[in-house]
């Protein structure tokens, strides 16, 4: 056997796998969506774990996830650290993610963890594994959350009630019931 049918095999199985992850929103949780003209990034507070700041080409604001209420604000933040400030969140330091790169978490301390597949880049898919279960092997169980184009970021607020996913005009928000 040669490689390119190893490859083209295990291609097939991937795909058939993929194919078994159910799309929505994964049981426990509750989804709010936004539209975001020119998202450039998202960043979560770690003291305010409901907060999560949004920067983009049309503003600056910071969402309460647990509310879904908008709170447009000035923001600071170095696309070169890859860090944000806001009034609102006195000294604290933002690490944000987006176009310019970085990353949110991508695990919460309950086990439950995001990643991203792209079978048919450049279309990604985020799934959501609850409870460190591998889309892998137990796909009925997982979740794909958000599949589009160009991710910019996704993943968990520090305490692991809220996550996000993005790309440059779609902002989704879960929440945990």
Same mark, same amino acid.
């Given at each position: 056997?040669?490689?390119?049918?190893?490859?083209?095999?295990?291609?097939?199985? *991937?795909?058939?796998?993929?194919?078994?992850?159910?799309?929505?929103?994964?049981?426990?949780? %509750?989804?709010?969506? =936004? &539209?975001?003209?020119?998202? !450039?990034? +998202?960043? =979560?507070?770690?003291?305010?774990?409901?907060?999560?700041?949004? +920067?983009?080409?049309?503003?600056?604001?910071?969402?309460?996830?647990?509310?879904? $209420?908008?709170?447009?604000?000035?923001?600071?933040?170095? $696309?070169?650290? *890859? +860090?944000? !400030?806001? $009034?609102?969140f006195?000294? $604290?330091?933002i690490? +944000?993610?987006?176009?310019?790169?970085?990353?949110?978490?991508?695990?919460?301390?309950?086990?439950?963890? !995001?990643?991203?597949? &792209?079978? =048919?880049?450049?279309?990604?898919?985020?799934? =959501?594994?609850?409870?460190?279960?591998?889309?892998?092997?137990?796909? %009925?169980?997982?979740?794909?959350i958000?599949?589009?184009? %160009?991710?910019?970021?996704?993943?968990?607020?520090?305490?692991?009630?809220?996550?996000?996913?993005?790309?440059?005009?779609? *902002?989704?928000?879960?929440?945990?019931?």
């Open positions: 056997m040669n490689m390119n049918d190893v490859d083209d095999a295990n291609r097939i199985r *991937l795909l058939d796998i993929i194919k078994q992850i159910p799309g929505g929103v994964p049981d426990g949780w %509750e989804k709010i969506t =936004f &539209a975001v003209g020119g998202l !450039l990034y +998202i960043g =979560f507070s770690n003291v305010r774990t409901e907060k999560l700041i949004v +920067i983009s080409s049309q503003g600056q604001r910071i969402i309460d996830c647990r509310t879904g $209420e908008k709170t447009y604000c000035e923001v600071n933040y170095d $696309e070169g650290d *890859l +860090i944000a !400030l806001a $009034e609102e006195g000294d $604290e330091v690490s +944000i993610a987006g176009e310019g790169g970085g990353g949110l978490r991508r695990y919460s301390e309950d086990g439950n963890i !995001l990643v991203s597949i &792209a079978p =048919f880049w450049p279309i990604e898919k985020i799934v =959501f594994m609850p409870n460190y279960i591998s889309w892998y092997a137990n796909p %009925e169980k997982c979740t794909v958000f599949e589009d184009y %160009e991710i910019r970021a996704f993943g968990f607020s520090r305490c692991g009630n809220y996550m996000a996913v993005c790309n440059s005009s779609t *902002l989704d928000i879960f929440r945990k019931r």
